[in-house]
């Protein structure tokens, strides 16, 4: 069983940057946040192998996020910066269990955070 906590939501200014964190208990092969809107499917952001640490990130969001991980406290990161209105959402941390993390269809990601809050306004 893994559970998974997210932090560092909140509102920011478009342009500004804000740091999310997820720490994780059990084993895991992936690491990966995800966001939501009201009335859209959970899309993939960021994707980390927990080992390797291999990266991959949605177009939408390429250059501007960068995903991390602190083995040794066990930890995963989202670095934001530029943010833009369209980047508001709620932002999910999640975990696959399965060494296999080419995959960014939500159904596929084992465990879930609750979830924190982004607000980027214009």
């Known amino acids: 069983q893994v559970q998974l906590q997210e932090s560092g939501g909140g509102s920011v200014q478009a342009g500004g940057s804000l740091r999310l964190s997820c720490t994780s208990s059990?084993?895991?092969?992936?690491m990966a946040w995800f966001r939501q809107v009201p009335g859209k499917e959970r899309e993939g952001v960021a994707r980390?192998?927990?080992?390797?640490?291999?990266?991959y990130y949605a177009d939408s969001v390429k250059g501007r996020f960068t995903i991390s991980q602190d083995n040794a406290k066990n930890t995963l990161y989202l670095q934001m910066n530029s943010l833009q209105p369209e980047d508001t959402a709620m932002y999910y941390c999640?975990?696959?269990?399965?060494?296999?993390?080419?995959?960014?269809?939500?159904?596929?990601?084992?465990?879930w955070g609750q979830g924190t809050q982004v607000t980027v306004s214009s």
């Open positions: 980390i192998t927990t080992g390797g640490g291999q990266t």
């Open positions: 999640a975990a696959r269990v399965v060494p296999a993390c080419a995959v960014f269809s939500a159904r596929l990601w084992n465990y």
């Open positions: 059990g084993r895991t092969s992936c």
